[in-house]
């Protein structure tokens, strides 16, 4: 079992860059997917961005492609998500997960969140 701790949130312009980290407890980070999901107020959980094992696969929701980058370094135990171009609409709390179904889920090891807020 791996346990999630993101860092990086912020207040940000509109346009601006970001770069969330993801630090996960436990010596089998490798062999699990790793996850970005966020969920701004008002609104359901969404699904943001999906990396592999290996870091081969990467999978977007359509509203972040081109936009945000998931990578992960396995030596370290961490994932990123780097957030360009940023606009208001990407506000929210954004959580960090780790599972070994799809790259798009199930996902069963959560963090606590980071908040983003992107002002326009």
């Known amino acids: 079992q791996v346990q999630p701790v993101e860092s990086g949130g912020g207040l940000v312009q509109a346009g601006d860059s970001l770069r969330l980290s993801c630090a996960a407890s436990?010596?089998?980070?490798?062999?699990?997917?790793m996850g970005w999901f966020r969920q701004a107020p008002g609104k359901e959980r969404e699904f943001v961005a999906g990396?592999?094992?290996?870091?081969?696969?990467?999978y977007y929701t359509d509203s972040v492609k081109g936009r945000f980058t998931i990578s992960r370094d396995n030596a370290k135990n961490t994932v990123y998500l780097q957030m360009n171009n940023l606009k208001a609409e990407d506000t929210a709390v954004y959580y960090c997960?780790?599972?070994?179904?799809?790259?798009?889920?199930?996902?069963?090891?959560w963090g606590q969140g980071t908040q983003v807020t992107v002002s326009s």
């Open positions: 436990g010596r089998t980070f490798s062999s699990y997917n």
């Open positions: 997960a780790a599972g070994r179904g799809a790259v798009t889920g199930p996902y069963d090891s």
């Open positions: 990396i592999s094992v290996s870091g081969g696969i990467t």
